[in-house]
Nanobody
Framework: QLQLVESGGGLVQPGGSLRLSCAASGIMFSTYVMGWYRQAPGKQRDKVALITDGGSTVYTDSVKGRFTISRDNAKKTVYLQMNSLEVEDTAVYYC?????????WGQGTQVTVSS
């Protein structure tokens, strides 16, 4: 069974940095798209960044220039480097993997940006 395990969330001051990781296990297909979504209290879950197995990336406008998504295919792990964090980035961040027509989600990791 495919599983996604996230890590790296926490509390950081505005302007600080965090790096999220998401390790996948049990993948049956060789191609898959991985990404990060986030959900703030009372709001819908929104896309943050996506990366294909070929390395193409997509970012939501609010994080362009501040966040970087990357992946290590050998480790089946996706990363989200978050710099210049803002209070508005506070949310639960979820890892998502799409493969073989199926969508899988991680359990979520809390990111809180506060002074």
């Amino acid at each position: 069974q495919l599983q996604l395990v996230e890590s790296g969330g926490g509390l950081v001051q505005p302007g600080g940095s965090l790096r999220l990781s998401c390790a996948a296990s049990g993948i049956m297909f060789s191609t898959y798209v991985m990404g990060w979504y986030r959900q703030a209290p009372g709001k819908q879950r929104d896309k943050v960044a996506l990366i294909t197995d070929g390395g193409s990336t997509v970012y939501t406008d609010s994080v362009k220039g501040r966040f970087t998504i990357s992946r290590d295919n050998a480790k089946k792990t996706v990363y989200l480097q978050m710099n210049s964090l803002e209070v508005e980035d506070t949310a639960v961040y979820y890892c998502r993997l799409v493969t073989g027509g199926y969508v899988y989600w991680g359990q979520g990791t809390q990111v809180t940006v506060s002074s």
